[in-house]
């Protein structure tokens, strides 16, 4: 079978077009705020916008047909172009001067990782900021979900793009048609960002701060416009418990945000996925919190920033703040958790591997592959017991089948067989060992903080050059759920059926 070439690269065009025109946005943001930047974002943008019209055009009159291999192809490159592309404000600005800088932080910022390499945010023009947050925006829901929902103008069909896009083990639907599906999701997320910024201004936050937090954290990103991150907001806790909140559903399933607007509140409560989530935070909250409380100095936690409501107050949500930032993948920082204590690294080390839900904008394993691994696992008790029962592992009360078990634990196999060449490569390119395991865990799950070296109020910077470009294609085989990357590796996706 023949790749459909012409619309792999003419859909890499319609790509870099909506790129582009994200980038004209930063460089009215630019604009607004005289940061100097202006005329290097809009000259970014034009550069970016003409390359894919170029593209669009060269292209037209393609078959408009994408089977499953140029599915999987546009996803992974997709997300390489838009990286490349997305380069150009950083270099045309002088704000990140070298190549692979400015690809580490375009591509932590597609893939909604927040690892960065800016020593000083603050420092950075405003346009800079924004368009570093809006790469977190455009990565949170997909850009490949984003093109769904217009390329049936072109008309394209947009199902196997979904079908490799969509993240976590199954693809729930909304509405038959796949288009309609991404529009809603687009809405529900658009909504959230919009809500999250008026709550944060309300708060306190500067408009610019706001705006910026929110679309980091409807993503679960991390990029933050301060140094210190959200600890820079450290006395004013409303602010946190909005980011909180926020968190929480960005790293919970969309769709039962949907299903909460149409009123189907128990369709969210029954959700098996769900109610592990919320028990995860709750329980691990509770222990960090009392650790935190009882061996823990929080004022040093915090240099600089009061304890506004006490030290109880401070401990249960300087917790629930780093539980809930570590376990969506967010990477938000109000503390470093590292310098609690040493139980508590190695908990939120573990932390790294659990990811939000399945249907979310978090990274990770997912909530919903180590449910159906441990169920699996318990049950092979009962099938070494009773070796003639047909026992099949069920999820919401519905049977799972067992291609979908064996996929999933293929998936964790394969997950920690990467984070283990991973922190291999890391440990050879010079690393130490906490510093190495905690970046690859770190990158392979966009988590963003990692340990040793990359600990939370650090960043990447530091990383050789070869080190830096092999955590990027960690956060790319991670954010685009392993297989989708990967398979591109194989050679027999390259040949002819």
Known sequence: MRLNLRIIIHIMGLLLLCNGGFMLLAAVVSGIYQDGATLSIALASISTMFVGVFMMYYTRGHKKEVKQKEGYIIVTFGWIVMSISGMLPYLFSGAVPTVTNAFFETISGYTTTGASIMDDIEAMPEGILFWRSLTHWIGGMGIIVLAIAILPLLGIGGMQLFSAEAPGPTGDKLHPRITDTAKRLWLIYFGYTVAETILLQIAGMSFFDAINHAMATLSTGGFSTKNASVAYWNDQPLIQYIIIFFMFLAGSNFVLSYFAFKGKIQKVFKDEEFRYYSGFVIVFTIIVALVV?????????????????????????????????VITTTGFVSADFTQWTPF??????????????????????????????????VLEFKRTLHTNAIIPVRYNNKTVKEKIVYNIIGFFVLYMLLFIIGALVLGFLGLDFESAIGGAASSLGNVGPALGSLNPVSNFNSLPDLAKWWCGFL???????LFTVLILLTPYFWKRT
């Open 344 to 377: 508590l690294t190695v908990f939120f080390f573990g932390l790294f591997f659990l990811g939000g839900s399945a249907g979310s904008t978090a990274g990770g394993i997912k909530v919903m592959r180590h449910l159906l691994i441990i169920k699996n696992g």
């Open 475 to 481: 956060m790319l085989a991670g954010r685009l759920e």
């Open 293 to 325: 409380y009882y061996q823990a100095n929080i004022t040093e936690l915090t240099p600089g920033y009061p304890m506004v409501l006490g030290k109880a107050e401070s401990s249960f949500r300087h917790a629930l703040f780093q539980i809930i930032s």
